[in-house]
């Protein structure tokens, strides 16, 4: 059902109206076509999830995940969606009026990075905008949407966070060295971050980084669902394939 021009109204998880954008060639068609995304994590997500926690989706798109833990949080939970593309964060609301969780999702436009207060542009590919990404040291003559940077740890609301879902397309060490607030209250916590190692100066220490903050590692199968991993594993193949790991701490 056409509400206007760009959007349209879809049915995901059988129960779930979302809003999506028809010009998106990516996340948009892909839910208009088969009525979910990424069933790997959605299942995950599904069984980490619980009443009353606090979520956090990085990188929110469309809302797909936002909503999906929204409905597992309860009455009594929270989820802070981030997304920085206003088109993408206006549709994310939209959909979380129909799905009448509107008081559950926070919805943030901050870009995050390990730095407050960074000058940054938000570049969104055309037909694409799962794909955008954020770019720091632009020159004005760079086209896309100008923002200031915040460090996560520096919303005190989310220092006792009990999952946060990573999909950046490239800023997740970033946004992991501004998470170290987060990090410091040595609570159990599960992260799903999207590792890509050719988008990093030196994957392997990042790897370090994460197991040095206390989290065991294990990555997202499509078929076996979350398996533990070595720092090994994740470095093996294709470096420009992305892999979602699961990282928890206990």
């Known amino acids: 059902m056409a509400i206007d021009a760009n959007r349209v109204r879809v049915q995901v998880l059988e129960t779930m109206p979302m809003l999506v954008d028809r010009e998106d060639e990516g996340l948009s068609r892909s839910l208009i076509a088969h009525g979910y995304w990424e069933m790997?994590?959605?299942?995950?997500?599904?069984?980490?999830?619980?009443p009353g926690m606090v979520a956090i989706?990085?990188?929110?798109?469309?809302?797909y995940f936002s909503l999906l833990m929204a409905e597992r949080v309860g009455s009594?939970?929270?989820?802070?969606a981030f997304e920085a593309?206003?088109?993408?964060?206006?549709?994310?609301?939209?959909?979380?009026?129909?799905?009448?969780?509107?008081?559950r999702v926070a919805i943030h436009a901050d870009p995050l990075w390990d730095a407050d207060d960074i000058a940054c542009v938000l570049k969104i590919p055309v037909g694409e905008?799962?794909?955008?990404?954020?770019?720091?040291?632009?020159?004005d003559d760079v086209p896309g949407v100008r923002?200031?940077?915040?460090?996560?740890?520096?919303?005190a609301e989310l220092l006792d966070a009990d999952v946060i879902k990573?999909?950046?397309?490239?800023?997740?060490?970033?946004?992991?060295?501004?998470?170290?607030?987060?990090f410091a209250r040595a609570r159990p916590l599960t992260v799903f971050l999207e590792f890509t190692p050719a988008r990093y100066a030196d994957?392997?220490?990042?790897?370090?980084?994460?197991?040095?903050?206390?989290?065991?590692?294990?990555?997202?199968?499509m078929s076996h669902g979350i398996r533990p991993a070595t720092v090994a594993d994740i470095m093996s193949g294709d470096p420009e394939t992305d892999r979602m790991l699961a990282l928890r701490r206990s």
Do not use: Q, Y
């Open 147 to 155: 923002l200031r940077s915040r460090r996560l740890d520096g919303f």
């Open 40 to 50: 790997w994590l959605t299942e995950a997500l599904e069984a980490t999830v619980r």
């Open 85 to 103: 593309n206003p088109a993408m964060a206006d549709l994310l609301r939209g959909s979380a009026i129909e799905n009448g969780l509107a008081n």
């Open 57 to 63: 989706d990085i990188g929110a798109n469309l809302g």
């Open 203 to 221: 994957p392997v220490a990042f790897l370090d980084a994460i197991v040095g903050e206390g989290f065991r590692l294990g990555e997202l199968s």
């Open 166 to 182: 990573i999909d950046v397309e490239g800023a997740e060490e970033r946004i992991w060295r501004g998470m170290s607030g987060l």
């Open 76 to 80: 009594h939970g929270r989820v802070h």
């Open 129 to 139: 905008p799962k794909n955008a990404h954020v770019v720091t040291g632009a020159g």
